[in-house]
């Protein structure tokens, strides 16, 4: 069976060389998502009338280069906001101008740095900091927060955005 084959004439002396080999699979925020399927009018899903696929599936250089940049901020960024953070370096949702994207992009940097490891412990969700528009990267518009809480958040302009509105 896969990934269970031992050597037939192992070293002596050596350690581990005859051990059995272990398939590690990669964390559940590095895998590919599953691409989304189009519902008829009838609410049906169908794989063969699935939406373009630049719409649901990365290219296979966007998996890699999505791969790359959760890999990098691994030791900065909490876990569960890796895969948002690095699909939103790589991948500029079509409604938003390329403006708007890197703002988002830096002020969600300059907010992970900073509040990363506070929001992730007060269970902010990665829909609340990265959702297209609503979320909270999107709306700081260049502000920087000041205060971080479990409901809400305050920027340096005095506005105060609260948690999922």
Not at 3 to 27: D, I, M, Q, S, W
Not at 127 to 152: I, S
Request: hydrophobic content about 40%; aromatic content about 6%; overall charge negative.
């Amino acid at each position: 069976m896969r990934g269970e084959a031992t050597a037939e004439n192992g070293v002596t002396g050596v350690a581990g060389v005859t051990a059995t080999p272990v398939l590690r699979l990669k964390p559940q925020q590095l895998r590919q998502l599953r691409p989304l399927r189009l519902e008829d009018g009838n609410g049906e899903k169908s794989a063969k009338q699935g939406v373009t696929s630049p719409v649901t599936a990365p290219f296979a250089d966007d998996l890699d280069a999505i791969e790359e940049r959760a890999a990098m901020a691994a030791d900065s960024v909490p876990a569960c906001y890796l895969d948002a953070w690095a699909r939103l370096q790589c991948q500029r949702p079509p409604s938003v101008a390329e403006s708007d994207w890197r703002q988002a992009i830096d002020d969600a940097g300059r907010f992970l740095d900073a509040w990363g490891a506070e929001v992730a412990d007060a269970e902010w969700t990665p829909g609340e900091l990265f959702q297209v528009t609503t979320g909270l990267v999107w709306r700081l518009a260049g502000e920087r927060v000041e205060t971080a809480g479990a409901d809400h958040v305050r920027l340096s302009d005095g506005r105060t955005i609260k948690r999922g509105k």
